[in-house]
């Protein structure tokens, strides 16, 4: 007793950072010398009671990343970020980091005497983002790098197991490589079609390769390669592919594309950022002794796309430096210059929209291998920049993510077949030793209900052949094959799916089997649409980051995934498409001309920087944008009118009004709410937010200017739209945006009573577009109205989530209705509600990053159980509810160095026990109220047993 007593004690008297302020370091930078004293006083700090400071703590630190990557192969920035997790032993309360250490070094074995930095010990429960503070860090250098870290009684862990971390180029003047292309091409892109439905005639030459001989004399200490190619490249060394990514490098804004102002939603060139991302390859153990051969296969991608959707930059080209170091500190430097020759590949047509298709008869065995006859290729050319800042690729890049064997195979005619694998997914269809006669063509279509191209394969004969493509995706849950040779047997085919590495973080299941498949449906959509870095609005048709889509759906993603790299990376993309003379941030990002949309899509570079900080507790996220939201407040503030009503019609080259740059709602079931209704909200949401982040970074006078702004706006918006006869804001998500902004207290019961007359007129239907659909389950929750909200998501009929299923789709829609593309997250920003108000768990956005969690369930009858876990920057977090018979149960699971509020739904205090005792007697566990029909409890880091009896 006398431990668990301490425990309480200890965690009152220590203070939670969000773990991500540059200037939370160490506990006296907050004035915490009083607790500290009492620590002291207590001994539990090692270095304040001495007899602890041999002793091997509970805590083991683990999953350690730098810049939210496990090992990166390249970073550039001269102070990279460090994290990691720190484990308790299952059944341990009140465990927390007190202090950590940190030492890097040059090399895995210097760590024991590090020559990069010793940190010391650091009091400070800081896990996240740590800025490495060491010596100066070089270019090319390899940082190895471990933690140890002191708990709650200050006993000290093991140190962790090692990570590491590469440096880029620091100085663009250490690149002496210059970018190489095809000698039979010119530098200027394909045309852009005039329409989306226009496919070019020219869809340009073979995909080039690249080749380049060279000699290794001495013993090699080390050898990398950091290089990129556009749109898309492959690396080869001596006959081997060097890694198993594809569709590299990420997309970015590549450089200056001088058609951009020819088209309907015409925008400047004059973005803020433009850059190029470059990968780095250890290649080390590739090298042989003698003679090498280094090779590129390169593809159009997005740089030379051809499409309506998009504009392009240039022909295809590639950029390359070898850096091999040998053990007497001498180093060869191989670089990509005319000296390499290029010739054409057998990937005779490959356009990321239109499909690819390949002749292995055009072949050339041994083509990157030394001893190679290349007397019959041309020497490359030298192209010219894209113009673009090469940045290291700090991203996780594209790979193949899914194997899927055939669910079915359906026999057509003679070689003639349609293959079901049972999902739908973006990737392609691998052949797997399949033998046919020289010249056989097989022709692959992938079966979705929108157009993602083609592709077809002609066989070299002689042999078994395998094959995939390499440079687009395709989009389909089953294919058509033609002119199959022979019986086509299931192991002949494989379907992979490919898309931006992200890892599941959370498992959400309930009773329900809808619940479950609609959650999933969206987890499918979602990742089939991720794809250089970004997520785009399908994965088809369009391929483009829209804004909107993504800021809507964030919130989804990020109680799913492990989306900290994904999105820095991706919100980076939104910074740097901002006009900086006018704060204007585009429909898309990077910016492609075919992206429409308004207000509410810019919107995403407040909306998201905001909700990646509550999730993920990082500051640095909020100090990266936040002069990038004021800018986009400025924009939006010049379309707003003295009423303080927001209605942006923005003009075409023409002068006239172009729908696109001025959306409002998008897609409901019925009728649309007014644009200026959901501009207005947008400039308020923004307005709020940006408040909320001055509050974070400490801008005293800025809190208070855009806070007054928002409070403006509320109050302009309750004047314009409040119907004061029928005591409402109207349907269609009118009376939502009301509610998720506030509404008077003489108006909210008409308001909520309005809300609940519309859905019941809909018959229990949700009635929004995008927008409203992304707020509508919660505030339906937040008011009352939870019942509705649980009807509404467990609708089979039209429009619900649920009536997709029933038409048997594997992904989320575009549209309500059938119309449209079949694979589409954006409409998931709703499904928020599954594991904030059902299940019950949220993050605090005054203690981010889960710190702070609330459990605050929303339990329905209907369901038996519900479960929620997510793996927070901290550790595991979750909760599971029971309804049983004449008991709820309830479990919660709270991270180390973190702690909870816990809402139990009960009305006695004495119907509660943890544990199997009562809550008074349970360690960790202290009562706070009574309120609204929960008892309230405070809890530490730990798992606990909630049970309430009727």
Known sequence: MFSGLRRNRVTRELPFFDGSSEDNEDFTNLNTMKQLIVLCLSGLLVGCASDNSLNQGPLVPGQLTCEYLENPSVVDKADPRLSWVNMAPEGERGQMQTAWQLRVASSKEQLEQPDLWDSDKQLSNQSTRVKYRGKPLESRQECWWQVRVWDRDGMISDWSEAGMWRMGLLDPDEWKAVWIGAPWQGEDPLPRPERPDFEPEDLGPPAPMFRKDFQVGKEVESAVAFVTGLGYFELWLNGVK????????????????????????????????????????????????GDNTLGSIVGNGFYNPAKFWTEGYGTPRFLCQLHVTYTDGTEDLIVSDATWTASRSPILMNMVYYGEDYDAREEQPGWCMPGFDDSRWEAA????????????????????????????????????????????ISGWVRLNNVEAPRGHKVEITPRANLYSGNNSYIFRGGEPESYAPRFSWFVFSGVEINNWPGELKPEQLTAEAVNTWIEPSATFQTSNELFNGINRIWRRSQIDNMHGGLASDCPHRERSGYTGDGQIACNTVLHNYDAKNFYQKWIGDMRGAQIQETGYVPNGAPWQPGCGGGPAWGAAICVMPWEYYVQY?????????????????RYILTWTGEDGIMHSQRTGNDGSIVKWYNLGEWLPPGELIPDEMVHTFVLWYCADITSKAARVLGIEDEVVEYRSLADRTQKAFQKRFYDKTAGS?????????????????????????????????????????????????????????????????NKRT????????????????????????????????????????????????????????????????????????????????????????????????????????????????SQITEGGVSTDQATGVTFNEVTDGYIVFSVESGTYLFQVKE
Not at 244 to 268: E, H
């Open 381 to 424: 050319s030298i192209t010219r920049s894209p113009g673009g800042e090469l940045v290291a690729h700090t991203a996780y890049p594209d790979r193949v993510t899914e194997r899927l064997e055939p669910l079915s195979i359906e026999r057509l005619g003679e070689g003639h077949y349609f293959v079901d694998f049972g999902v739908e």
């Open 729 to 793: 804001y109207g349907d269609a998500g009118g009376n939502i945006l009301a509610l998720k902004m506030g509404v008077p207290a003489e108006q909210y019961e008409q308001v909520v009573a309005a809300l609940k007359a519309g859905i019941l007129k809909s018959g229990g239907h949700l009635d929004t577009g995008i927008i409203g659909t992304r707020f509508f389950f919660e505030v339906l929750a937040d008011n009352g109205l939870n019942e509705l909200a649980f009807e509404a998501m």
């Open 617 to 633: 507790g990082s500051r640095d996220m909020l100090e990266d944008n936040y002069q990038a939201m004021k800018g986009y407040l």
């Open 798 to 909: 039209e429009p619900s989530f649920g009536h997709w299923i029933e038409l048997g789709s594997t992904t989320t829609r575009e549209n309500w209705n059938e119309k449209g593309s079949h694979n589409h997250p954006m409409f998931g920003g709703g499904l928020v509600w599954f594991y904030r108000n059902l299940a019950g768990m949220k993050a605090d956005p005054w203690k981010p990053g889960y710190r702070h969690i609330i459990f605050r369930p929303q339990p329905v009858k209907e369901l038996e159980y519900v479960t929620y876990n997510n793996n927070t920057p901290y550790g595991e977090g979750g909760i599971t509810w029971r309804n049983e018979e004449g008991a709820f149960i309830m479990e919660v699971t709270v991270p180390v160095s973190c702690h909870a509020t816990v809402y139990v739904p009960a009305i006695d205090p």
């Open 242 to 289: 060097v890694s198993d990514d594809v569709l590299v490098p990420n997309q970015t804004n590549y450089g200056k594309r001088p058609k951009l102002m020819n088209a309907l939603i015409a925008l400047p060139d004059e973005f803020t950022d433009y850059r190029v991302m470059y990968m780095a390859y250890d290649v080390k153990d590739r090298l042989n002794p």
